[in-house]
């Protein structure tokens, strides 16, 4: 038996539809409403009288009691008839509140009840269809948009690529409608423009995951998080005006602005004020250490080294070893002319997926680079490795439609990088990745680290998570 209490217009349609199934019994006080309820069918009992009177339900039979519904729209009311469930008949049934005062929710914090906001509901509904591609779902999850159902309508670097391939960090690929047809997505699965795909994770990552799909728009760094972390230094005073640059550019949404022994000029003050930037300036006395590991928000953290200052390499080396999200290195080489993406790395795809969608947003050429062993030196995982980036590479070339360059140089992977960077003409933005957790050994230091470290470039380091080696 299920017990109504309260109703009003909407409530009684709800009520013909719940009677179809279960048993009801209604308390109501208002008689005309009893009166009109009484041909409603078999399956419902009526009680006239006062739902929150523990005398009335004491009347009732309530071992025969499922779950209680409560539909009233005074929040006091509804909260009262709960306790009487709970604490008066020790019923543990589940209770159902429609929650009709915004500012009722925070009565029920306590409560072991499920409340559900109609109003909610209907709002949710309507921007469902405003939404033409990703609809969120509205009865299951915290309803806060960390479920969504979305139509992959556009080409992008996340479709037709295997799923063990794109290694997404907050966002889970749930299920694919092919062809009216479910598909239980697998290492192998590969995302199809006309698929229809239910995705998890956090809210604001898959609104833009929603955009990639519906547009092919580039959303870097909003994977990692939505903000730009700047660390300022007195020794590089060109970090900032870099940083807004690039900031300028790339999805951040907001600066955050760590000042320790550094101070802004009137002058980016003013550019700052008067540009369409948020900003936030924090007066922290932290190390740069603290400041990779601290900020969640961030999508990517600014910083700047000297390149050939032992004392910054042995510091640059416990930052990256700390370090989450990307890392920008300014080295004042901003209006970038090229982006230059190293493949010389344990996965590829991270730097190449970043590579192409920072040289997107920037509206300018890019080109891949990797440096391989002498061929008479290549093992079998070698010329595998050598495949892998190959064929990556074609990937990305079928989808933008253009041939990439890619040039395959051999000897030490650092050494040759560093010379083919020096060589290159123009202002150049670096691609690389490195081990997350690991920036190598002060001897045998990363690829990916130590290029971008000794480059005259400035640079963007990707860390990613090595699982099986």
Request: charged share 30%; aromatic share 10%.
């Given at each position: 038996m299920i017990v109504f209490c309260g109703v009003g217009f909407f409530e009684e349609n709800l009520l013909n539809e719940i009677i179809k199934?279960?048993?009801?019994?209604?308390?109501?006080?208002?008689?005309?409403?009893?009166?009109?309820?009484?041909?409603?069918g078999k399956n419902i009992t009526l009680t006239e009288g006062d739902a929150t009177s523990a005398v009335l339900w004491k009347k009732l039979d309530t071992e025969g009691i499922e779950s209680v519904i409560v539909t009233f729209r005074d929040s006091d009311l509804s909260l009262e008839v709960c306790w009487i469930v709970r604490n008066i008949l020790k019923l543990d049934v589940p209770i159902i509140v429609l929650l009709y005062e915004k500012e009722g929710e925070k009565k029920f914090e306590d409560s072991t009840v499920t409340l559900i906001k109609p109003m909610d509901i209907s709002i949710n509904i309507i921007l469902n269809k405003l939404h033409k591609n990703y609809s969120r779902a509205i009865d299951i999850g915290q309803k806060k948009g960390e479920i969504i159902e979305l139509n992959v309508m556009s080409?992008?670097?996340?479709?037709?690529?295997?799923?063990?391939?794109?290694?997404?960090?907050?966002?889970?690929?749930?299920?694919?409608?092919?062809?009216?047809?479910?598909v239980i997505p697998s290492g192998s699965t590969r995302i199809k423009v006309g698929d229809r795909i239910v995705v998890a994770g956090e809210p604001k990552i898959l609104e833009n995951l929603a955009g990639i799909f519906s547009k092919g728009i580039p959303q870097f760094p909003l994977q990692y998080g939505e903000d730009m972390a700047v660390a300022l230094d007195k020794r590089h005073s060109w970090v900032l005006e870099e940083s807004v640059?690039?900031?300028?550019?790339?999805?951040?949404?907001?600066?955050?602005?760590?000042?320790?022994?550094?101070?802004?000029?009137?002058?980016?003050?003013?550019?700052?004020?008067?540009?369409?930037?948020?900003?936030?300036?924090?007066?922290?006395?932290?190390?740069?250490?603290?400041?990779?590991?601290?900020?969640?928000?961030?999508?990517?953290?600014?910083?700047?080294?000297?390149?050939s200052n032992l004392f910054d390499y042995i510091r640059a080396r416990e930052i990256f070893k700390s370090a989450e999200k990307p890392i920008f290195i300014s080295r004042n080489s901003s209006k970038y002319e090229k982006v230059i993406i190293s493949l010389n790395c344990f996965d590829p795809v991270y730097p190449m997926e970043t590579g192409v969608e920072v040289a997107r947003l920037f509206n300018i050429?890019?080109?891949?680079?990797?440096?391989?062993?002498?061929?008479?030196?290549?093992?079998?995982?070698?010329?595998?490795?050598?495949?892998?980036?190959?064929?990556?590479?074609?990937?990305?070339?079928?989808?933008?439609?253009?041939?990439?360059?890619?040039?395959?140089?051999?000897?030490?992977?650092?050494?040759?990088?560093?010379?083919?960077?020096?060589?290159?003409?123009?202002?150049?933005?670096?691609?690389?990745?490195?081990?997350?957790?690991?920036?190598?050994?002060?001897?045998?230091?990363?690829?990916?680290?130590?290029?971008?470290?000794?480059?005259?470039?400035?640079s963007i380091v990707i860390p990613q998570k090595v699982e099986n080696e």
């Open positions: 199934h279960w048993e009801v019994t209604v308390i109501e006080k208002d008689k005309n409403k009893i009166d009109k309820l009484q041909s409603a080409k992008s670097h996340i479709t037709d690529r295997k799923l063990k391939n794109l290694r997404p960090s907050k966002w889970h690929l749930a299920a694919i409608y092919r062809n009216n047809e479910l640059f690039l900031n300028a550019a790339i999805r951040t949404n907001n600066l955050r602005i760590l000042i320790r022994d550094s101070q802004i000029s009137d002058e980016l003050k003013n550019k700052l004020d008067t540009g369409k930037l948020s900003y936030k300036i924090e007066e922290e006395n932290k190390s740069k250490i603290r400041f990779v590991e601290n900020k969640e928000n961030a999508g990517i953290h600014a910083l700047s080294f000297n390149r050429d890019f080109e891949v680079i990797y440096v391989t062993l002498p061929k008479g030196m290549r093992g079998d995982a070698e010329e595998i490795r050598l495949d892998e980036r190959r064929n990556l590479v074609k990937d990305f070339g079928n989808l933008y439609r253009k041939k990439i360059p890619y040039k395959i140089m051999e000897g030490n992977p650092i050494v040759q990088t560093l010379e083919y960077l020096g060589s290159t003409n123009g202002k150049i933005l670096y691609i690389s990745s490195f081990k997350k957790g690991s920036a190598g050994s002060l001897l045998k230091p990363e690829v990916g680290f130590y290029t971008a470290f000794r480059s005259e470039f400035s």
